[in-house]
Every structure is written in structure tokens, then in C-alpha cells.
């Protein structure tokens, strides 16, 4: 009121409403001469990349396509030119990726705390290709340890230069109670350190069991037959919505004596079985994790296998085959940190893409103290 009207300041930057959509999007602020010789022009409203030509739809398309979809940045650049008619460099692409991932990073390591603090998790690990300066030609071999709360539905990347002991060393240093593994002999140290207590995953015992099939298929039958039972009472109770306390009940009544049951026959057949034979190895294996399967009888939040953070995993595989490596240590360190959080979105039954585009516009205006409203389950599109 009572100003005289000096012109219009307009910026814009591309995004995207849905990942199928390209827009410009033009943000007019007028501005306007003051009596003592100021402008006043409103602010910009906060965005992922200040005065960047990025919204975070299009950095959410982006991140989808690189780690859910697969799609390396040069065939995404190829797509928006042939559908869009919109050139993008492959390296302005790169610096999208780094900076929509400098905003997931406050939810991550929100997450990552929040798994520490419970009581159960499942882990496993899987390589990733690295690109890195001293091995040129060549590239490392870096792993992505996955860690996954099955009561919180929280998946978690972190991401090491090797599979020492010093990747579940380091980030389950301060973790207590029940940690689900394979038979990979990394986890040990921090087991003993910790005094944590160890189960085993019924899926690498079925997968020897399976493999003897051919062999002597008479015994590798009868495994498989009370691996069925066990797995279809697991269902049931998944099925019936039980509790911990009712599944660890239901357990005791249908499962525990076959259990005890089943190690028994193993300790008789091993005797009489060739040590090498395919038979012989699904038995000693059997026999070797055995003691860890006493967390299922004992606590209704163990699951009888580690299959729910394997199938977290897999989406790695199929970007191995797509993008081949990552290109530094730095940029496999935020893979991570886009995979967690996408892993976590899909436990939760939430789009990665819109979680993605919600947590962009909202976080570049929120204060940290707010992140933990942004978390899977409370938080909701």
C-alpha cells in the first residue's frame, strides 16, 4: 500500500509434481520502492540448492531413477533430452545427487541412532565396486553392511572400504542385545565385546539342504520337509497378527520339540555320512549354527530367518549390473545413505519418490530439532 511498484525480480528452477512430468516453475516477486530508497522484495522460499535451478521433485526423480530404478546419470541425461528436450550435463546431474543427498543425510543418521537403541537386529553384508585413485583401471572392493530393525521397519546402509571386522565393529559399538547373522565369522569380535546374543538364519541352512537334493535325496527331504512346517507356523502367525509374546507361545507348542527333534536326527546322520559330501556339509553347517537358533525359542521378536534385510539388499544387485561402481568412497557413502532410506520407505509401504520430494521441500526450511518428525512410521505424505 501506498508504494510505487519498480519492476518484478523473477527466478525459476525445473521440478517435477510426479516423476513423469517435467515443469518449469516461475516464481514472480514484485518488488517495490520505499520512501527512504529501499527495495523490499519477499525472500525466496527455502529450497534444496539456494538460487539453484534444481526443485526437489526433479532431485526426488533423480535419486529414484539412480537408486531405485537403476538408470546411471548418462542414460538418465540421454532420457531427459529425448523426452524432454532439455539437455543437463552429466556433471550438474552429479552435483544434484550430492546435494539432495546432503539433505537425506539428518533423517539417516536420525535412523541410524534409532537402531542402535533397540534390542534386536538383523545384519548382512554385500560388495560394491569403488572407483578410487590409487587403483587406476581397476576399482575396490567396498562393502555396504546392512543393518535392519524388523520391529521398526528401518533399514540401514553404511558402507565400508572392506568386509573386515571393523565395519560391524565400529557402528554396533554401542548396540546391545540380539544381533540375526549368517555363519560370516566378522561379526564375532563385536559379539563377544558387546555380550550380545547371536541368531541364526534358517534360509543359509535350508540353502545347503536344498543344494544335497541331489545327492541323497532322501535326507535332504526330510530337512526340508521340517524347514516347511517351521516357515508355514511363522506365516500363520505373521498372518494372525500375533504378538511377540503370541508367536514366542506358539513356537514353544508347534516348534521347539521338532527342533530338538530335527538336531537330533542331524547328530545321527552326520555319523554316517561322507564329511565332504554335499549332504555332509549341510549337515556339519546345521550343526555349527544350531545354538544359535535358541533366541527364536526364547524371544517372540526373533524371525527364523534373515530373508526381510537379504531382500533389502537386493536392490544393490541389480544397480551393480546397471551403473557398474561407484565413483569414490565418498559417493558410495551416499548410495548408502539413499538406499536406507528408500529400503525404509518400501518396509513402510511409502513411494521412495514421494518420500523423497517431501523430505527435500520440507527440510531445507525445518530446524534439526524437527528431523525426527520426518522418520518412518509417525511421519506420513
Known sequence: TELVHIGDEISWYYDMEKPTALKVIREIRPKYAQEDGGVLIAELPARPVEKGNAGPGL???????????????????????????????????????????????????????????????????????????????????????????????????????????????????????????????????????????????????????????????????????CMRDWYGIEREARDDNLTAEDRLALRKDKVAVSMEAFEKWMREQVRIVLPKSPIGSALSYALDQWAHFRPYLEDGRVELSNILVENAIRPVALGRKNFLFAGSHEAAQRAAVVYSLAATAH?????????????????????QSQIDNFLLPAWKP
Not at 118 to 143: F, M, N, S, W
Open 59 to 225: 532431485i526426488a526423480r533423480i535419486l529414484y531413477d539412480k537408486f531405485v530404478n537403476h538408470l546411471p546419470l548418462d542414460r538418465q541425461r540421454r532420457i531427459f533430452k529425448s523426452d524432454y528436450k532439455v539437455e543437463f550435463a552429466e556433471s550438474w546431474l552429479s552435483d544434484t545427487v550430492r546435494n539432495g543427498t546432503f539433505w537425506l543425510t539428518s533423517p539417516y543418521d536420525s535412523y541410524v541412532a534409532r537402531i542402535l537403541s533397540c534390542g534386536y537386529l538383523q545384519a548382512d553384508e554385500t560388495p560394491i565396486p569403488v572407483l578410487t585413485k590409487d587403483k587406476k583401471g581397476k576399482t575396490h572392493r567396498g562393502y555396504f553392511w546392512v543393518y535392519h530393525d524388523p520391529l521398526s521397519g528401518t533399514v540401514i546402509f553404511d558402507y565400508r572400504k572392506s568386509r573386515s571386522r571393523e565395519g560391524p565393529n565400529s557402528f554396533l559399538s554401542t548396540f546391545k542385545g540380539i544381533l540375526q547373522i549368517d555363519g560370516y565369522e566378522g561379526y564375532n569380535e563385536i559379539i563377544a565385546r558387546n555380550g550380545l546374543s547371536r541368531a541364526g538364519c534358517m534360509d543359509h541352512v535350508r540353502r545347503r539342504f536344498e543344494k544335497a537334493l541331489e545327492y541323497d535325496k532322501d535326507r535332504a527331504t526330510h530337512a526340508l520337509d
Open 347 to 367: 518396509r513402510h509401504g511409502c513411494e521412495p519418490f514421494v518420500y523423497f520430494k517431501e523430505l527435500l521441500t520440507a527440510l531445507p526450511g525445518a530446524m
